[in-house]
């Protein structure tokens, strides 16, 4: 199948600063990225889609000038968290779908920890 | 509104034949995706049914009835490592995936 790689697997950061997370397509082009939330013992929650080279579509509730959402190639898309706060901990994951493909395909996760 | 309905936990034994079964509300239907997901792990792609009828796939199938807006993930010959949470999700045309809250699968000796 195809291979979807999420950097970083888990980061620990302070209260108020931001945080990066790259998604990447290895072997396909991605032509629209997803990223989902998860909290513990809960199922995941779609926040946002992207295309590339176009802007993000956020799911209602989603703070979009929080979650900063880029998509500038077909095998790239970063999620930035922008002034975390403890509330944003969670297990964030990107899934990426090309054209060819029927199904989306999740990369590893990033457990993010604010503290 | 939109959803998707699956059982909250199933416990079987080693050797047996599990079905969680789903049923979902959706707008934009498209096909119907089985996850599997392990404690701290990311999910992963079990199956996908784009048409009516049964897929199989080694021990695992999966099943699709659009007329009752239903499909089941069925698990056979039951393994320890089986032991996990199970998720559907109703797919739309754009890959989108709206997931089920997850079934616990409790695999026992």
């Known amino acids: 199948g195809a291979v979807v790689s999420q950097h970083p697997s888990w980061v620990i950061c302070k209260s108020g600063t931001s945080v990066k997370i790259e998604c990447r397509s290895l072997?396909?082009?991605?032509?629209?990225m997803f990223w989902y939330r998860q909290f513990p013992k809960q199922s995941l929650m779609l926040m946002a889609t992207?295309?590339?080279?176009?802007?993000?579509?956020?799911e209602q509730g989603v703070e979009k000038d929080k979650f900063l959402i880029n998509h500038a190639s077909l095998t790239l898309s970063t999620l930035t968290v922008t002034s975390a706060h403890p509330e944003d901990s969670s297990f964030y994951i990107c899934?990426?779908?090309?054209?060819?493909?029927?199904?989306?395909?999740f990369g590893q996760g990033t457990r993010l920890t604010v503290v | 509104g939109q959803s998707l309905e699956q059982p909250s936990e199933v416990t079987a034994v080693e050797g047996a034949i599990v079905q969680i079964n789903c049923t979902y509300q959706?707008?934009?239907?498209?096909?119907l995706s089985w996850y599997q997901q392990h404690d701290g792990g990311a999910p992963t792609f079990l199956s996908y049914?784009?048409?009516?009828g049964l897929e199989e796939t080694g021990r695992f199938s999966s099943f699709l009835s659009r007329s009752d807006s239903y499909g089941y993930l069925l698990l056979q010959e039951l393994q320890m490592k089986d032991s996990a949470s199970y998720f559907c999700?109703?797919?739309?045309?754009?890959?989108?995936?709206?997931f089920g809250a997850g079934t616990q699968v409790v695999v026992t000796p």
């Open positions: 899934s990426a779908k090309g054209d060819l493909l029927p199904e989306a395909f």
């Open positions: 072997d396909f082009q991605a032509t629209t």
């Open positions: 992207s295309n590339e080279g176009s802007k993000a579509t956020y």
């Open positions: 959706t707008s934009g239907f498209y096909g």
């Open positions: 049914n784009g048409l009516d």
């Open positions: 999700a109703a797919t739309d045309s754009w890959g989108k995936l709206q």
